[in-house]
Structure formats: C-alpha cells, structure tokens
C-alpha cells in the first residue's frame, strides 16, 4: 500500500466536494508527528484543524478513553443520562467567561453548536435575527452556511440560504476596516436591512479562523456589547477555533473586557474526538423547552471522558502558559523574515494562534499565489501549513501546544527558510 494507489482508490470512491490538502495518506501519529504510510515524517502545524491543542494520542487522553471503552459506550445522554456528562458540564460553567450562573450542553460538532446557540437565543429572545461578519466560518449546515461570510468554496451552488441573516464589517486595518466603521456598518442594517427589536443575536469569532486569524479590537468588543446592551440583543462567541488554551487563555474572551451571552465551542475540546458545546447564562441556556435540545450522540461518553483528560493536561502542563510562549517566539520568526520576504503584509497573534498575510510586493494585492509557494517550499522540507483567509493569501499555524522545543526550533527554522528562498 501507497500513497498513490490510497489517491487512486479516494477518487474512485470519495466526491470530489471533499476536498483533500495532501497527497499523503496517514499511517500513525504521536504528538506533533504523522508518519505516512511509506514511513515518511510531517511536523504537524496543522493539528486537524486547531483540534489537537494537547497533540496526537496524548496519554492522558488515549487512558480516559480506554477506562470509560469498558465501561460502556453509548446510551443517548437524554435516555440514560451519566455522571462525566453533568462532571464536564460543572467544570466548563465554572470557568467558561460568562457573567453569572452558566450552563451547558454538549453536541457534537462544532456547526451543531452554533446551530443550537441559535435556537438558544431565538428561544430566549423570540427574535428571528441574526448579524455576523464578513469573513467569519460558523461551518457547513445550512444555517451556519448563510451565517458564514465567506463564499469560496463553502457557499458555492448551495443556495438558497436560510433568511434574516445579515452580514456587518468585520474591522480590518490591513484592508481599510475600522473599528468605527466596523461598529457602523452594524448600525446600518438597523436603518436598512433589520429592525434591532427583530435581532435575536450577534455572533462572532473573537479571532476569526478561516477568515485570516483576524483578531477583534478591544474597542470592537466594547462596541458590539454596547449596542447588544442597548437592544436586547444576545452576543455570541464562537470559541470553536479559539477554545482550550490556543490564544494563551482557555478562552479567547477572556482577553476581553466584555462577556458574552453564549459562547460556542468544540474542536479541541475532547483531544481529537467529537465533542462539542454551548454555554450561556443559566436563564438563557434554560429558555428551550424540554426536549428542545440534543441530539443521538451529542456528548458521547468516550469524548466526554477525553475532554476531562483535556482539562487536566491543559492546567496541569500550563498550556496557556506555553501557548503564549510558542507564539512569541513564532512571531520574532516571522518578524525577521519582513526584510527579506517583501510579500509578508501583516502578522497578527493572540497566543498561539499565529498568521502571516501576503501580499504582492508591486501591486499590493493579496497574493496566493506565493501562499501556496510557502506551504509547499514547507510540506517539501516535512512541515505540514494550512491557508486561510477571504482571499486565500494567509498561512496559519496550529501546532500541538505541547510539541517539544527542539522540533518546534526545528520548524521555525524550516518556516523562515520558506519565507526567505
């Protein structure tokens, strides 16, 4: 077996709507390594997608999941309910950054999340209304499709979208968005497109993920409540891609001032199993019926088990700590690179959730063209990038946040070689 019979085989049987990044196929996994199935070895800065904070097969997590394997595996928490369920659910309300008493309820994914943080806040609000942002991911249902500002390639021939959503600026000093007309363009739907009294919510990515790892301005936040305070209306924060000591927090809102009313989470959450989350302010988390909430296998047993392990190794290895510390030194790299790499237009951080945004030195304009030159000078020398960004001109970095020194020395070395060839 290789990895172009694998191709082979994937494009008879796999549509190509799944799109594929890489042409190998994975064999196993430790931490911050994948082997292929010819033997070959990636530094994984991709992590699944931000899913794997704690790395691949941390101990930890792989024990969670073996103690609870035997003890059973399935019962649909809303007919047999069990104890690690409501235990997860106390330590994320003790710590999640919600004004109050909080609740929560586990899904599975992180667009199910979102989904039901709107039924939450439509039921608590009896609004239909949504607002989010240009560039922002929510994910691939239908709802979170039309809550999505993003079309390539997650809109493309899938319309009509589910109505009263509505899409504000999201503030962008790079490409001429500030924070004023940011907060303005919000105002102006209110004027042309949705009475405020008719918005059941704001949603947002505190860092926006497939957008560009676009960082919300303190003032943006301040603003966003203000006008929820004013109105009635709920925020919510999506937390699936910022969540879990990514952003050198365990929240990215917490590096805010305010609260949200809701907070979305998922990805690394359970350490690589499905798992996902809302948590809110008691009273709007309480405003569904019974019954209104759930799914089959939302809050499955094993990912619950694995997301208590998560907990435990992000406090007891300081991963906030480290995240701070991984990005800072990230970030030096990729500022040393700017006087030899002239397509570097913008390099923003919170924690270890780092990008770096290229434009084209003569024109100005966004350049993937020279994005994809980086990922694959980096995929050549065993480092595996992702993009993002509206305009596919942004290489994020996701890396475990427990990879040892020495290979995440060894990446930094083989990112400034990409960006300076």
Not at 12 to 33: H, L, S
Not at 43 to 59: C, E, K, M, S
Request: glycine share 10%; aromatic share 8%; hydrophobic share 45%.
């Amino acid at each position: 077996m290789n990895n172009k019979e694998l191709n082979d085989r994937r494009l008879q049987a796999t549509p190509r709507g799944i799109g594929v990044m890489c042409n190998f196929y994975a064999d196993k996994a430790e931490n911050a390594t994948v082997w292929d199935v010819e033997g070959n070895e990636y530094i994984d800065f991709a992590a699944g997608i931000a899913v794997l904070n704690t790395g691949h097969r941390h101990p930890k997590v792989i024990a969670a999941i073996e103690k609870q394997l035997h003890a059973f595996t399935h019962t649909a928490y809303q007919i047999v309910p069990y104890e690690g369920y409501v235990a997860l659910a106390e330590r994320i309300n003790a710590r999640v950054p919600i004004d109050g008493p909080a609740k929560t309820a586990f899904f599975s994914t992180g667009a199910e999340a979102v989904e039901n943080a709107v039924k939450i806040a439509r039921a608590w609000t009896r609004r239909p209304g949504l607002i989010t942002f240009g560039g922002a991911f929510h994910g691939r249902t239908f709802m979170t499709m039309a809550l999505t500002g993003k079309v390539a390639p997650y809109k493309l021939g899938f319309g009509p979208f589910p109505g009263s959503v509505y899409h504000a600026q999201f503030p962008n000093e790079l490409h001429g968005v500030s924070t004023a007309e940011a907060l303005q363009s919000v105002e102006r739907l209110f004027k042309t497109d949705i009475a405020p009294d008719q918005v059941a919510a704001i949603i947002i990515e505190p860092v926006q993920g497939e957008g560009g790892f676009n960082v919300a301005p303190e003032d943006f936040m301040l603003g966003l409540r203000a006008i929820c305070d004013n109105h009635g209306i709920l925020l919510i924060a999506d937390e699936v891609q910022t969540g879990f000591a990514r952003t050198g927090k365990l929240f990215s809102m917490e590096h805010h001032r305010v609260k949200a009313d809701l907070i979305t989470m998922a990805k690394s959450l359970a350490g690589g199993m499905p798992l996902s989350a809302v948590s809110g302010r008691a009273e709007v988390m309480d405003a569904p019926a019974p019954g209104g909430l759930g799914g089959t296998y939302a809050g499955n047993p094993l990912a619950i088990a694995a997301a208590h392990a998560v907990l435990d190794v992000i406090d007891e290895e300081d991963l906030c700590a480290r995240a701070a510390h991984l990005g800072h030194h990230l970030v030096e790299v990729l500022n040393n690179a700017k006087e030899s790499c002239p397509y570097i237009a913008d390099i923003r951080a919170q924690g270890s959730m780092v990008a770096v945004e290229f434009n084209d030195p003569q024109t100005g304009q966004p350049s993937p063209e020279f994005t994809r030159q980086v990922q694959e000078r980096a995929l050549k020398e065993g480092l595996l990038l992702l993009s993002c960004g509206v305009y596919g001109n942004v290489i994020r970095f996701l890396y475990p946040l427990t990879l040892p020194e020495a290979q995440f020395r060894k990446a930094l070395d083989i990112i400034s070689a990409a960006l300076t060839r």
